[in-house]
């Protein structure tokens, strides 16, 4: 199986003159100009859209519909501001998004999570990070909760002998880890202020029930893909003291809100019989203005 990994587009944001939509559709050529494009199978960890309004979700819509268009398949999970925006989630914007973007996260499958899609030689497992945010106080700061019952009903899919054999490949938008980096790879070595606020705003930029999810899906699970934090890291050295090979998170996949990165994206290929994973980086001018 070959994956793409994509997150945190924020359609419908522009930054310094350039619109996340025109980058998102250079993402998309350049997917689709790959030797059978059709072979790929397309992971979008949410955020897709900037805020949770009809315009940019059609804006989302149309983008992603080039890609399905053309017979790449396309698993998506929602992000916070997908449903709402960056400091909250909104229960009828979440509902408004799932509806439109149902063919992507549900399939033809019911309306619920976890969605258990199996492709191959993967069973791919979406989850929704926001699903237990919906309380008034909880929903603040949108750092992600998957919800007890949610993630107990993610083990007993993981016990189906259908999934056990298979490569087990788990997406969700929030942060699994904490901490798991030594440099602050969101705000650089210049100013003490920012670094004031990455240690103080970190721990709120993670899945709330983090702990019980690595309880539950430790030597289980092959590869956890991941967004919200726009770092683009590997955290495989963090997943594998829970016997997890492989954890990503996607960066940004248009980067326009840091002008040293560029816009990128991952490919992850269990062909093999292992997993090799690569980005694919474009050159620094698609991030300008
Ligand atoms: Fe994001
Ligand atoms: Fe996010």
């Known amino acids: 199986m070959k994956i793409i990994h994509l997150s945190d587009t924020h359609v419908g944001r522009n930054n310094n003159g350039s619109s996340n939509a025109e980058l998102v559709d250079l993402i998309i050529e350049d997917i689709l100009s790959l030797e059978n494009p059709s072979d790929y199978l397309v992971v979008h960890t949410g955020d897709l859209i900037d805020k949770g309004n009809q315009q940019y979700r059609d804006l989302g819509s149309s983008l992603l519909a080039k890609l399905s268009d053309q017979g790449v398949r396309v698993l998506l999970?929602?992000?916070?501001?997908?449903?709402?925006?960056?400091?909250?989630?909104?229960?009828?914007?979440?509902?408004?998004?799932?509806?439109?973007?149902?063919?992507?996260?549900?399939?033809?499958?019911?309306?619920?999570?976890?969605?258990?899609?199996?492709?191959?030689?993967?069973?791919?497992?979406?989850?929704?990070?926001?699903q237990a945010e919906m309380s008034w106080l909880d929903r603040w700061l949108?750092?992600?909760?998957?919800?007890?019952?949610?993630?107990?009903?993610?083990?007993?899919?993981?016990?189906?002998?259908?999934?056990?054999?298979?490569?087990?490949?788990?997406?969700?938008?929030h942060h699994p880890f904490f901490d798991a980096f030594v440099v602050s790879a969101d705000?650089?070595?210049?100013?003490?202020?920012?670094?004031?606020?990455?240690?103080?705003?970190?721990?709120?930029?993670?899945?709330?029930?983090?702990?019980?999810?690595?309880?539950c899906i430790r030597d289980r699970v092959d590869i956890v893909l991941f967004g919200h934090q726009h770092f683009g890291l590997d955290y495989s050295a963090e997943a594998q003291?829970?016997?997890?090979?492989?954890?990503?998170d996607a960066s940004s996949s248009t980067c326009t809100e840091m002008d040293t990165d560029r816009m990128r994206y991952r490919i992850i290929d269990t062909d093999s019989g292992f997993i090799t994973t690569r980005f694919v980086a474009f050159p620094p001018g698609h991030v300008q203005a």
């Open 77 to 130: 999970c929602p992000g916070n501001h997908d449903c709402g925006d960056a400091m909250h989630v909104d229960p009828n914007l979440a509902a408004q998004f799932k509806a439109q973007f149902a063919p992507y996260i549900f399939g033809s499958q019911a309306t619920q999570f976890p969605v258990l899609n199996i492709i191959d030689d993967c069973a791919f497992i979406g989850l929704d990070s926001n």
């Open 142 to 173: 949108a750092k992600g909760n998957l919800g007890d019952a949610q993630i107990t009903a993610l083990s007993k899919l993981l016990d189906l002998p259908e999934v056990r054999d298979k490569v087990v490949v788990l997406y969700l938008h």
């Open 187 to 215: 705000v650089g070595d210049g100013h003490l202020l920012s670094h004031l606020f990455s240690w103080n705003t970190r721990r709120f930029r993670r899945l709330k029930d983090a702990y019980t999810l690595m309880q």
């Open 241 to 248: 003291r829970y016997g997890i090979p492989t954890a990503l």
